[in-house]
């Protein structure tokens, strides 16, 4: 069946706006320290002929960062002499500077996000109190064809290069569709910090495994991630976390059951070859047997809805217990039928 882009009013009441549904926890009072340091501001301002040692010196708070960032994310070789590891930065800086200016515009004032992402370290104090929150949001420009956004032991790492709005024409170059492809690049959002940077912290919580599971436990399994995901940011729209657009979300929605049939008219649910599964659980432009018009991940979408069916028979269950329930529990207690 091939899914198209219509769903009655009721539908979108009830289901695209079900976050509205959700009894959320008063987190104001819980204290979370949190700065940001804009590390693209100092970046781009130097017009130093000791560029390395100068670098270390603007960013003397974040020394593993600095390392990080000129290794890392700008792939300079340790092993390069000092004139030529400076030609090569200062080649980058003068290159992106158009990109450093998009951003300007954009983050001039960073504190909405900020706010925001503080709000959902409260929410991750809530439910994992003894999770050691990043105490520090550090922003930079890094190559648009790289890494994005990132976590470490103490820093959300936020790019700013894959937030500059879906039609910024950066995001239109062969160099970064051959690495992002547009149903990937249409999330590159402002909208889209506070879930990456939760995200990065969930996968942090409960890491994926490279497994040989059965496709239902992984679909499961990536349930959980999107179900402690959103109560996490509790008032953001389903569909920015499930990373669909609009009409994919309440087309996902209208046809749930379609969905469901996939995998068990076709016996998938037991399935452990990589080669198939990662059709279901993985990113993906679009689910090729249900039609052009269908998202891809279209397994985790079904995971999600698997596990908030659980959560609903069992609301006294802790985002921890969840984390640490069997997927067969939860697949069987849930009795899931769309």
């Not at 569709?177 to 995200?199: G, H, L, W």
Request: hydrophobic fraction near 35%.
């Amino acid at each position: 069946m091939v899914m198209r882009s219509f769903i009655v009013a009721i539908i979108l009441c009830t289901l695209l706006f079900s976050c509205a549904d959700k009894k959320i926890p008063d987190v104001s009072n819980i204290q979370v320290s949190l700065t940001t340091e804009r590390f693209e501001k100092d970046f781009f301002d130097t017009t130093t002929n000791n560029l390395l040692v100068y670098l270390k010196q603007i960013n003397a708070n974040s020394p593993s960062f600095v390392e990080t960032y000129l290794t890392q994310i700008l792939t300079v070789d340790p092993a390069w002499p000092a004139d030529t590891a400076a030609a090569y930065v200062n080649g980058f800086i003068n290159a992106y500077r158009p990109v450093y200016t998009d951003a300007e515009k954009l983050f001039n004032d960073f504190s909405p996000y900020e706010k925001e992402i503080k709000t959902g370290l409260q929410f991750v104090k809530y439910y994992f109190p003894k999770y050691k929150l990043p105490q520090k949001i550090i922003t930079y420009i890094g190559p648009s064809d790289g890494t994005g956004d990132g976590i470490t032991k103490d820093a959300l790492i936020i790019g700013l290069q894959v937030h500059l709005g879906k039609n910024n024409p950066l995001y239109k170059t062969t160099l970064v569709q051959e690495t992002y492809p547009e149903y990937i690049s249409q999330r590159f959002e402002p909208d889209y910090i506070a879930v990456n940077c939760m995200k990065n912290i969930v996968s942090d919580i409960y890491p994926e495994k490279d497994s040989e599971k059965p496709l239902i436990n992984q679909m499961i399994e990536n349930g959980k991630r999107l179900y402690i995901l959103s109560m996490l940011l509790p008032k953001t729209d389903e569909y920015k976390i499930m990373g669909y657009t609009k009409d994919q979300m309440k087309d996902s929605y209208a046809h749930e059951n379609v969905i469901w049939d996939l995998f068990i008219k076709n016996s998938f649910l037991q399935l452990t070859d990589k080669n198939i599964t990662k059709n279901y659980v993985d990113e993906s432009p679009k689910t090729q047997e249900l039609g052009e018009g269908a998202p891809g991940n279209v397994g985790s979408f079904a995971g999600w809805q698997i596990v908030k069916k659980y959560m609903q028979k069992k609301p006294a269950t802790s985002l921890q217990e969840l984390i640490n329930l069997d997927t067969e529990i939860i697949f069987q207690e849930a009795k899931y039928k769309p």
